[in-house]
């Protein structure tokens, strides 16, 4: 184990990461999540309207966005999900890992070929997709959460078929198929091409430059790059399935569909005029209450 000092200088690092990652990771959350269509309606020429939300085009513009509207505290929502997670995982490595691997941040997954690391990467994705639904969905909520009250939060993220039964995260549609194609697409093609064009990172230690192939070298930064063409659709379909709610009602939020006298008011940063992104699940609503007022009239 570590001593006294060398655990407060862990814990002061992991402190200042959070405090510079946190609010990065959620204005990309958030610019990934958001969701802005056509108008449904034509103007007076005959024109479909303009965009029905906020027009954000730039990550920049995202996280200004974000501190004009929410201030400090909405830059570092979904702050404490983010923060056991990772208390959690240093723990774990303090406790099975030995001091020298500690000190020099030397840590790899197991070497079990390309069918193990797949399982391996697999396992630690499912055991880890609920604290994603539930930060993902801590980050882009209109709501004010608390920080020391998880049983009040979660009653917001979370539909009340979610809490009954919590391997419905599990069952989110696509969910699983977008996360296991990123990790299909890493560790079956990234990795097998490193393996046949760099073999000598596979190695122990640092390769010597004379040992690296230049040409092999090249392709595969080109191949890495190539990839983001395909890395990044999945993670915008994995956030946007993660915040998209199980059994809930249409035009509805979790703690409006509790049973009578078991529902808590939940104050809002921006308000119901003025949200920071446009979500499918908003789009879905406004659409099917168009499509009601429609049939009715």
Do not use: C
């Amino acid at each position: 184990m570590l001593g006294f000092l060398d655990t407060l200088a862990l814990l002061g690092s992991l402190a200042i990461s959070l405090a510079i990652l946190v609010p990065l990771t959620g204005a990309l959350v958030r610019f990934r999540a958001h969701y802005n269509p056509k108008g449904l309606q034509l103007d007076a020429e005959g024109d479909v309207q303009p965009h029905t939300g906020p027009v954000i085009t730039s990550y920049v513009a995202m996280l200004k966005r974000v501190y004009k509207i929410e201030g400090w505290p909405g830059l570092y929502k979904g702050l404490m999900p983010s923060a056991i997670s990772t208390l959690i995982v240093t723990i774990f490595l303090m406790i099975f890992l030995s001091d020298s691997n500690l000190r020099h941040g030397k840590y790899s997954t197991p070497s079990t070929g390309i069918v193990g690391m797949l399982l391996y990467s697999v396992f630690a994705m499912l055991i880890s997709l609920p604290q994603t639904i539930i930060t993902d969905r801590a980050i882009t909520t209109p709501h004010k959460l608390p920080y020391f009250d998880p049983i009040y939060s979660l009653r917001l993220l979370l539909t009340p078929t979610e809490r009954r039964h919590p391997w419905i995260l599990y069952l989110t549609p696509g969910l699983l198929a977008s996360q296991v194609s990123h990790i299909a697409y890493v560790v079956l093609g990234l990795r097998t091409v490193r393996q046949l064009l760099l073999p000598e990172l596979a190695n122990p230690g640092v390769p010597r430059k004379e040992d690296i192939s230049i040409v092999g070298f090249l392709t595969f930064f080109v191949l890495a790059l190539v990839s983001t063409a395909v890395l990044t659709p999945l993670e915008v379909i994995a956030i946007r399935l993660a915040i998209q709610r199980n059994h809930a009602v249409a035009g509805f939020n979790s703690v409006s569909q509790e049973e009578e006298g078991d529902a808590e008011e939940a104050a809002e940063y921006a308000g119901v005029d003025e949200d920071v992104i446009g979500s499918v699940t908003v789009f879905n609503r406004l659409l099917s209450q168009g499509l009601n007022i429609a049939y009715s009239a």
